[in-house]
């Protein structure tokens, strides 16, 4: 069995930077990621934003993701390799030759998290085509150049909401309006005002989803708006934030130390980044 000092899974701006400051101080360090490229979330977030917290510069993600790549070169740096469990210290590995063990002295996990989908929220009504969270949408938008809808309802007021409007701008498509259960938006004031004026999107506030109509495709959503239900019609519906951390590897074992968003909450790329660093460091020490 293929043994290493540390092996990192996960190739996101965590993941990678954690890579980067093990090599810079003298420790092997594999790094496994799932998908083809390396590069995390960043890959299909074609909007600015992104690397001044890390580089002091200003990219869209896939800019940053492919900055994070180049800063990755010499790098022990396997994709197309997804962990499948972790028992002790050895991982199950699954990549296009098959399954394989890989035993780890240290293992950092850094697999980030994903929107809550349509599937965990209680939501009634029928099933049909253009139901998706943020990340859906910018992976059909930003990697494939596919409009999935022209009126979508998006659904939240985190900073990801906002980066869902910027996405549908991207390709042309025009929100009807965004809502929002509580009484104010999550995102720092004023997104509500930037969404109306600059990019024609109403922001309504206690709001909740109660159905989605629609038998292709959406038609339609019923909301309670104020505690009145209505119909407004639309052909999508976007599910934005409450996140969930890509934590089904988690074990709590002393070798396994976490970087980034596996930690639950949304935070910057450029946090995370830093956040992969300091472990790096720690492990480094041997205090992670
Ligand atoms: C829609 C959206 C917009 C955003 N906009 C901004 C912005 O403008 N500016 C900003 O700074 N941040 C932004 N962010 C936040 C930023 O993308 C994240 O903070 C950052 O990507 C988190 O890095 P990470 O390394 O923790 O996780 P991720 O980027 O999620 O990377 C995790 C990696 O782990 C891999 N992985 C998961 N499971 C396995 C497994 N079992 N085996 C192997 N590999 C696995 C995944 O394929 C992925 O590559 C945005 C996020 C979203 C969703």
Known sequence: MERR?????????AGLSAARRLSELDIAATVLEREQQAG????????????????????TGPGFAAQLRDDSKGLDLRTGHTVLGIDGDVLRVQNQHGISEMAAGRIILATGTRETPRSARLVGGARPRGVMTTGALQAN??????????????????????????????????????IEAKDRISAPRPGDLIAKLV???????????????????????EIERNGKREHI????????????????????????T???NVHGDLKTSGACWREGRAIAEQVARGSA
């Open 5 to 13: 000092d540390v092996v990192i899974i996960g190739g996101g701006p």
């Open 40 to 59: 995390g979330v960043p890959r299909h977030c074609g909007h600015l934003g992104f690397g001044w917290e890390s580089h002091r510069r200003i990219w």
């Open 141 to 178: 938008v930003y990697l494939q150049n596919f409009k999935p809808f022209d009126r979508p309802v998006i659904i939240g007021s985190e900073l990801v909401s906002f980066s869902a409007i910027l996405t549908c701008r991207h390709i042309g498509i025009r929100p009807v309006a965004m």
């Open 199 to 221: 990019y024609g999107v109403p922001v309504w506030t206690r709001t909740s989803l109660i159905a989605i109509e629609g038998r292709g495709q959406v038609e339609a959503v």
């Open 233 to 256: 019609a639309c052909d999508g519906v976007i599910f934005t934030g409450e996140w969930v951390p890509e934590a089904a590897l988690l074990v709590n074992r002393p070798q396994v």
């Open 258 to 260: 976490l970087a980034g």
